[in-house]
């Protein structure tokens, strides 16, 4: 394979400002290389897709990172968090996925880290139908708020919850991991369960005071000092604040029991107390955004500590370090979006890193319990499955000259693929600016990180010589069979729809035509409506919400409409639907859900109760259909018809990606524009799988 990146061009001299980032740092028996600490994240592969996640973290380990983490593991059968996306220790048959992990850790020199987790009051256990434990009597405190609740656990509970971690500690050893972690952040984990007052009311030498409430962190830490020695480090996760006052696991709480237990673990690794504020996107969270948190925190101890904030920045990263916040950079999503970002810093391509845009939709892989998604990094967890490579793809297979038409997120992934692999490649777009919908979007209120997915990729093909870019080139299907391409993409992207069809309407409805109607890419040409305006949601995703906002900064009173019983539903899966409604509701907006339109009419729209049928009529000005959107694919079209004279204008082929092809969120356009490339010149596989999969051994 060809090593496509810059690395290949020779390899530059770091920044000496960034020396510090490369600092080994001990951790107990062990020694980290350097300060990248990717800490646990799902990919929503788990125990089914053990080799695609292994190979995933293999790639991280060749892209620079000192320490590497699994995924929370699940030590016993009593506590499931969810059926499928996370990893087990239950027994010894888990422990040769477990230890191809581990290895892909060590590939490349990295530490290899494991989060056990007991999720307590978290595991509904829809999987193994034990009955939950935790240590009081909880509802399972799910994000889908199952019909289950945990038992209190008595004493002999706890002497086994004990034992099960030995034998955790054991198995995590034998599988040849470095680090082990114990769970207690994010409101998940057993720990974090028996720290907290909310959540642990006992009355016995467990509860109480707070002392009482880190004795099981205390014998925990102790066992697996007893079981491993000094051949793994013990590293703790713990919640920076729970968000419930005093009456949870609070911020001045943790530095309590920090100062208490200052050197209890070889290392604390603090994360905020909810998963929502942990993984914030970017729309509600700056990088950095914990810093408040967890200053203050390392001077109590003598022991590293990590901490996280969808650090991108090299910058941003130093000062972490210089001001005495952190000692190892944490990253998750910094480390999905590029899993060479350690070794890009360390050989001076800093305009190399692929920086994350805090969109979340690695976060909907595990909400959704499937493969995860990266809207930047289009090979993740395809690099087993698929062979793809972050940085790297197979040299061209002929001489072929690539038309690319439209440089929105697939165009530009096509482009800048292709041209890694060495293809002539021309890419055509017909306005004056790159980005097609991520350059838009990027200028609607709080979307401005979208922009980077542009960013990226035309930093990249500026520099290659075989990719020219035509701006302000508007393509006819005549044009296109003059030049001679022997491949085409269009990637002309989609519009909005105007007529009200998406979910709840699936045809058109009545629409007066004295009643102005917007569509989204009416807004972001700069058209506005003025006055009382109904922004109707059918499309559930952030679209409808963000526009509500814009057009109430601009003076507009706002009814929100949406069929779905909460404001932008699909977000719930991005970790953003709170926080999207409650920003709705603080800006003023009247959000109106469970209600469809049935119709507009002049001065006026009608509603439907999605439940009663019941009709309301709504006065207002005008209407912005936040719907469905169609392909913007007449060109494609256009050439599909004239398809008799491709081969005589030397055009092998023409295909339809991304957005032009079926709408979808930005990830499903670079995807399309990746595989594209991928895929040119590839043998036709037939009825074959696209991709590898490993299923189930049958046992008797
Ligand atoms: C897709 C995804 C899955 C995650 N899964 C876990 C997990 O299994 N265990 C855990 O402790 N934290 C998990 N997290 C939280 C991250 O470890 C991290 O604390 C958080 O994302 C903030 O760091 P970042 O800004 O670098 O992403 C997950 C985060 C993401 C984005
Ligand atoms: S999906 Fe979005 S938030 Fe997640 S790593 Fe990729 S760019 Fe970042």
């Known amino acids: 394979m060809d090593d496509g990146s810059a690395a290949t061009a020779g390899r530059r001299l770091r920044d000496p400002r960034y020396d510090i980032l490369f600092e080994p740092v001990r951790i107990g028996p062990v020694t980290a290389r350097n300060r990248f600490y990717q800490v646990p994240h799902c990919n929503g592969g788990g125990y089914r897709d053990p080799s695609a996640a292994a190979e995933m973290r293999r790639v991280k380990s060749e892209g620079g990172w000192g320490v590497i983490f699994t995924e929370q593991v699940e030590i016993h059968h009593s506590s499931e968090i969810t059926p499928f996306i996370e990893l087990r220790i239950w027994d010894d048959e888990d422990l040769p996925a477990l230890a191809k ?74 599988a040849g991991y470095d680090i082990l972690c114990l769970y207690g952040a994010h409101g998940f984990g057993i720990i974090q369960h028996f720290l907290s007052p909310r959540t642990n009311q006992r009355g016995d030498e467990y509860g109480g005071s707070l002392e009482n409430r880190a004795r099981l962190l205390r014998e925990l830490i102790s066992d697996a ?81 990590v901490g996280v904030g969808r650090f991108t920045s090299p910058d941003q990263m130093v000062r972490q370090v ?47 319990m499937s493969l995860s998604r990266c809207t930047q990094n289009s090979s993740f967890m395809e690099e087993w499955r698929k062979g793809w490579h972050p940085e790297r793809i197979r040299p061209k297979q002929s001489d072929a000259r690539v038309l690319v038409v439209g440089a929105g997120p697939a165009g530009l992934s096509a482009a800048h693929k292709l041209g890694l692999r060495g293809y002539e490649v021309a890419l055509a777009e ?62 002309t992207g989609a519009r909005w729809r105007r007529d009200g069809v998406a979910r709840h309407n699936l ?149 339809v990606i991304g957005d032009a092809n079926a709408p979808a969120a930005i990830a499903w356009a670079t995807y399309a524009g990746h595989r594209y490339a991928e895929e040119l010149d590839a043998e036709a596989m037939g009825d074959a799988l696209p991709f590898r999969r490993e299923i189930a051994r049958l046992k008797d």
């Open 101 to 174: 992990m581990a290895d892909a850790m060590h590939s490349h020199g990295a530490l290899a880290g494991i989060e056990l987790a007991y999720s307590g009051a978290n595991g509904p256990n829809l999987y193994t139908r034990e009955v939950p434990l935790a240590p009081s009597h909880t509802p399972i405190l799910t994000f889908t708020s199952d019909p289950v609740q945990a038992r209190a656990m008595d004493k002999q509970d706890i002497r086994n919850l004990r034992h099960w971690h030995r034998l955790a500690y054991r198995r995590a050893k034998r």
């Open 225 to 305: 000092r007893d079981e491993v020695g000094d051949s793994c480090a013990i590293a703790v996760r713990l919640s920076l604040d729970e968000l419930a006052g005093d009456a949870g696991f609070s911020n001045s709480q943790l530095r309590d029991l920090v100062a208490m237990h200052a050197d209890l673990p070889d290392l604390w690794d603090f994360a905020h107390g909810t998963w929502e504020a942990c993984s914030g996107t970017s729309r509600f969270k700056p990088e950095a955004a914990q810093e408040d948190l967890i200053r203050g925190l390392k001077q109590l101890t003598s022991k590293p500590v």
């Open 322 to 368: 210089r001001q005495g916040l952190m000692d190892f950079i944490g990253a998750a999503r910094p480390s999905i979006a590029d899993p060479f970002l350690p070794r890009k810093i360390d050989e001076g391509r800093i305009e190399d890193i692929r920086e994350c845009i805090g969109c979340n939709i690695c976060v909907t892989g595990d909400m959704t």
């Open 430 to 491: 017909a306005t004056a600016e790159l980005g097609g919908r991520v350059s838009r979007e990027s200028r609607l209120p709080g979307l401005n990180a979208w922009a980077r997915v542009r960013d990226y990729r035309q930093g990249q093909i500026a520099r290659m010589a075989n990719v020219g870019v035509y701006r302000d080139s508007r393509l006819s299907a005549d044009d296109i069979l003059g030049f001679g391409f022997s491949h085409v993409a269009i990637a």
């Open 507 to 655: 045809l058109p409805i009545a629409i007066d035509p004295a009643m102005p109607v917007f569509t989204p890419d009416d807004i972001m040409a700069g058209k506005l409506p003025a006055g009382v305006v109904a922004v109707y949601d059918d499309d559930h995703y952030y679209m409808g919400s963000v526009i509500a906002e814009l057009l109430i900064s601009k003076g507009c009173k706002v009814i929100f409409l949406t069929p779905s019983s909460r404001a932008a539903e699909w977000s719930f899966n991005t970790l953003e639907q709170a926080a999207i409604q409650a920003r709705l509701l603080e800006a003023g907006a009247d959000v109106r859900v469970t209600r469809g339109l049935a119709s507009v009419e002049s001065g006026a729209v009608t509603a439907r109760c999605t439940y009663t049928g019941r009709l309301e009529r709504l006065a207002c000005d005008a209407v912005v259909m936040v719907t469905a959107r169609l392909p913007e694919d007449g060109l494609y079209l256009a050439l599909t018809e004239r398809r008799e004279e491709w081969a005589g204008h030397g055009i092998q082929s023409v295909k």
